[in-house]
């Protein structure tokens, strides 16, 4: 129970509906954002064939990382926490070195 505190008090939620919606959301994006990663390569015609299994996966990693950071502002939204979800974008992507994106 104290780690579930902890955050709370690190994230600045008020209750433990709020975090279950957060560990919802942030399961639901990881899931999604998988599942339509092969699809998309497919429809843009990337394949270990035409680019190699290197060349492949470092494709479909950085393709997944763009659509997960959109879609988890997305579901943040659907799901009622888009203030929490957009807050954490921003730090990650200043952690990343993509700060002007986000001031």
Not at 3 to 31: C, H, M, P, Y
Request: aromatic fraction near 22%; proline fraction near 1%.
């Amino acid at each position: 129970m104290q780690i579930l505190e902890k955050l709370k008090a690190r994230w600045g939620i008020d209750n433990n509906w709020q975090i279950a919606v957060i560990f919802l959301v942030f399961a639901i994006t990881g899931s999604t954002a998988s599942l339509i990663g092969k699809p998309i390569l497919n429809f843009l015609n990337i394949t270990t064939e035409s680019f190699g299994t290197f060349g492949y996966w470092t494709i479909r990693i950085v393709l997944l990382f763009i659509v997960y950071q959109f879609m988890l502002v997305f579901f943040g939204w659907l799901f009622g926490q888009y203030q929490f979800f957009w807050n954490f974008e921003k730090k990650m992507l200043r952690r990343i070195g993509l700060k002007r994106f986000v001031d």
